[in-house]
């Protein structure tokens, strides 16, 4: 092209068919040692929502660096090529509450989390330890966006109850939802580890949720390429460390 050299769609096809198995054989005929945190400066990359920069990034790093002054880290948000760049090893690991579907995937069910609902210490109107069903739909929310990746709390209310939240305010991530809740009379729905992390720091009060609705999942996956790598190894531990250390924590 007047660009330079560019794939054939065969050619794309054929990388597609053949990475996964190349990528295999690469692993299986590199020397087999054991990895040394210590000594390495790998860079680990992971793709996920913004939950897992505001709940387990903090401990991630705090244990990563009792090990390693080195290994660095690339988060990148959750796509819809996404499930592709983890097949091609383009990203390590993802973190998603939605498993993929497909054999060169493996995907393990990293913990279940229930869902809270906050508001700030000095709610005009939740003033017990309680917040009831009717308090919940006559509060003002506020939300994410519904996009496919995010569960959607409005239609399972509107399945079971017929009802939907008042909505006051959409912001995009949930660092904006924290602090518009922490300077208003809005609430909002999240999950308990999250709450966990911040309800103190930005003084909101945590509620367990009226209704019954189901918990909110956390998968952790990565291209079976790099199932056998001992650094990939070493770092999904990490990762399970650190969400058993918010595991264990209370609100």
Not at 153 to 181: E, P, W
Not at 205 to 211: E, G, I, L, R, T
Request: glycine fraction near 4%; charge should be neutral; include cysteine.
């Amino acid at each position: 092209t007047s660009k330079g050299v560019v794939p054939t769609p065969r050619a794309q096809a054929l990388y597609e068919e053949l990475h996964q198995g190349l990528e295999q054989l690469r692993h299986s005929l590199a020397p087999k040692s054991q990895f040394n945190p210590a000594h390495s400066k790998q860079c680990f990359r992971v793709m996920s929502g913004d939950f897992f920069e505001f709940v387990i990034l903090p401990t991630l790093i705090s244990g990563i660096q009792q090990h390693s002054q080195g290994i660095t880290m690339k988060v990148t948000p959750i796509g819809d090529y996404s499930p592709q760049q983890l097949i091609q090893s383009e990203t390590d690991l993802l973190l998603d509450a939605f498993p993929i579907e497909d054999d060169r995937i493996i995907k393990e069910l990293l913990t279940e989390d229930e869902l809270v609902v906050i508001a700030r210490q000095d709610h005009s109107e939740l003033t017990q330890d309680t917040v009831s069903r009717e308090q919940f739909f006559n509060a003002v929310h506020v939300v994410l966006p519904e996009r496919n990746r995010v569960l959607p709390l409005d239609k399972i209310l509107g399945n079971k109850l017929g009802k939907k939240r008042k909505v006051g305010l959409q912001v995009t991530q949930y660092s904006s939802l924290l602090v518009a809740v922490a300077g208003s009379d809005f609430i909002a729905t999240i999950p308990k580890s999250l709450a966990t992390q911040y309800a103190q720091r930005l003084n909101l009060k945590v509620f367990a949720f009226p209704m019954d609705v189901p918990l909110v999942p956390i998968y952790m996956m990565w291209t079976r390429a790099l199932d056998k790598d001992p650094a990939h190894q070493w770092f999904i531990q990490c990762v399970k460390s650190a969400y058993g250390q918010l595991k264990s924590s209370k609100v």
